[in-house]
């Protein structure tokens, strides 16, 4: 007996696919758990219609088109709709006892004892594409609903090669026109009627332009097929990772998919190590603060705490605390959720919540690794802080960081999430809170004389910009006409001093906290902002943006 042929040598001989793709599919099939046939569909390197005839071929059953062969009125009453829901088929045809009945998948055939029984006639079985006997089934029964026919826009590829393809030619292109204008985020954005793509660049996103619905299904597929997600799970949220030569550099992009109402929405993340890891000196200090945290993170020991909403800069600040630390006599860890960037020399694990590797667990064992310095990427719940401060205590410089507004509340979110307040005061160092705020573009940049109005909402004096320069963003073509080009840092931060110690062992107040953290000369975000104002690197509408919600006092 002739040995049965695979679907993937019969797509060959058909010559819908290449080697080649037989054998990404393969590994995308094995990734997902599904059929190569399944993942040639999503991947759009073949149509339903040329998988099924392939099938077809392979079980040696017939192939029929319900687009083009419409059952009688008949034929269909000579089935229930709960037969049709139990057994995935439709009638087609009947031919004395012979009843006719497509099926989706050969193994199907397996059923042909139970219809037989069920209709009380010889069962002949035809194989159709999964999405016309969904729409037959829909359209005939009402079982279900009618859902788009699958790999219709499979690319062409007959007069090109893979790297040339449409649909891959226009995600590198959106790639490459993010990283041209200095993007941080691509977000991708299905409605029901286009896809949106816009851009994130220096913290404020843009429409960069419009897709047309139809491509919608290859252009997800594409980005998901990149990042090694599971493009058959369209229900659930996921997570990858591409990594990427663009423009001689390599970069790194984290994806994001969560499906929505018009389909998944992609957010991918631009992680540049050229531009996005800087030194101490570019993250925006003031002369004070500069030399103020240079003296926190030389300390041999304690916790050093980076605050702030998601975007705020707390990695790249650590970082260059990090790359400035990092000498061959230091041992440095880190646990981070995911690593962003990858830094020689350093020891960096990446959480992992699918095996249970989370930061609790890998904060314990690097403890027997002996390192002189930590980072770990966020403190979220009890037991991390509680080790973490346990490291501090046992002779360890920790670095990490916490979601809170303003940098006192760092201590009372510590105490708030169960540990002892004379632990935090023990064992803290130092908070840091800190936001982006966009540079003036150096191109088009305006002098302007302060408003009373926008004075007032500063809290400055007139005293205070007596004999300073103020700006203002007015745009042009190096901005794109944003006004603005670039990003630094605004910063407030205190070290922990006897005071602060002593309130916050007491449980003192947030505002108690903050009203002795400025008396110890700690600066407002607000205030820090104003600086920059005075220094000519940004506006005093950024400065108001920034800090709106921010406690200046």
């Not at 029964?141 to 040339?164: C, M, Q, S």
Request: a neutral charge; aromatic letters at 4%.
């Amino acid at each position: 007996m002739e040995p049965r042929k695979r679907l993937g040598e019969i797509l060959l001989e058909m010559g819908v696919v290449t080697q080649g793709k037989i054998d990404e599919a393969l590994v995308q099939a094995r990734r997902a758990g599904t059929r190569i046939g399944e993942a040639l569909i999503d991947m759009q390197m073949a149509t339903e219609e040329q998988v099924a005839r392939a099938l077809c071929r392979q079980s040696k059953l017939p192939f029929v088109d319900l687009g083009k062969a419409k059952p009688d009125a008949a034929v269909l009453a000579l089935v229930d709709s709960k037969v049709v829901e139990e057994y995935d088929t439709v009638p087609i045809k009947k031919a004395g006892n012979q009843i006719f009945l497509a099926i989706r998948d050969p193994a199907q055939v397996y059923q042909g004892d139970g219809l037989q029984f069920v209709l009380n006639a010889d069962i002949k079985f035809a194989l159709t594409t999964p999405t016309s006997l969904t729409n037959a089934k829909a359209e005939y029964y009402g079982v279900g609903e009618k859902v788009e026919r699958k790999g219709a826009a499979a690319l062409d590829t007959k007069d090109e090669g893979d790297d040339e393809a449409p649909i891959i030619r226009l995600v590198q292109k959106m790639l490459e026109d993010a990283l041209r204008q200095r993007a941080s985020d691509i977000h991708v954005e299905p409605m029901a009627d286009r896809i949106r793509v816009r851009f994130r660049v220096d913290g404020v996103c843009f429409e960069a332009s419009s897709l047309p619905k139809d491509i919608q299904n290859a252009i997800l597929s594409r980005i998901k097929i990149m990042a090694a997600m599971d493009i058959a799970e369209k229900r659930k949220p996921q997570d990858g990772r591409i990594q990427i030569d663009l423009f001689g550099r390599p970069i790194d992009v984290r994806v994001s998919a969560l499906p929505a109402s018009h389909g998944e929405s992609i957010v991918m993340r631009l992680l540049d190590k050229e531009t996005a890891l800087v030194g101490l000196e570019g993250l925006g200090f003031g002369a004070k603060d500069h030399e103020r945290f240079n003296k926190i993170i030389s300390r041999p020991n304690g916790i050093f705490l980076v605050t702030g909403p998601t975007g705020s800069g707390k990695t790249t600040s650590l970082y260059a605390a990090l790359t400035d630390l990092n000498k061959p006599n230091v041992k440095i860890i880190t646990a981070e959720n995911p690593v962003e960037y990858h830094l020689k020399g350093i020891n960096q694990c990446e959480v992992r919540h699918t095996i249970g590797l989370d930061f609790a667990l890998i904060l314990r064992s690097m403890l027997r690794q002996a390192p002189n310095i930590i980072l770990v990427g966020e403190i979220r719940d009890l037991e991390t802080a509680e080790i973490a401060i346990q490291a501090a205590l046992t002779g360890h410089l920790v670095f990490s960081t916490l979601h809170t507004n303003d940098a006192p509340s760092a201590l009372t979110r510590l105490i708030d999430m169960g540990v002892k307040p004379f632990l935090v005061s023990t064992a803290v160092l130092a908070v840091m809170a800190q936001r982006l705020i966009r540079i003036l573009c150096q191109s088009c940049k305006a002098e302007w004389e302060l408003e009373p109005v926008k004075l007032a909402a500063l809290g400055v004096t007139p005293e205070t910009i007596a004999g300073k320069t103020i700006y203002k963003a007015v745009g042009c073509k190096e901005c794109r006409f944003e006004g603005y080009r670039g990003r630094k840092g605004i910063f407030e931060m205190y070290e922990m001093d006897s005071r602060m110690r002593d309130l916050t062992f007491k449980g003192a107040s947030t505002l108690e906290l903050r009203e002795q953290a400025r008396a110890g000369g700690m600066l407002s975000l607000r205030e820090d902002g104003v600086q920059k104002v005075l220094a000519g690197l940004t506006s005093v509408d950024e400065i108001l943006r920034v800090t709106g919600s921010v406690m200046d006092k």
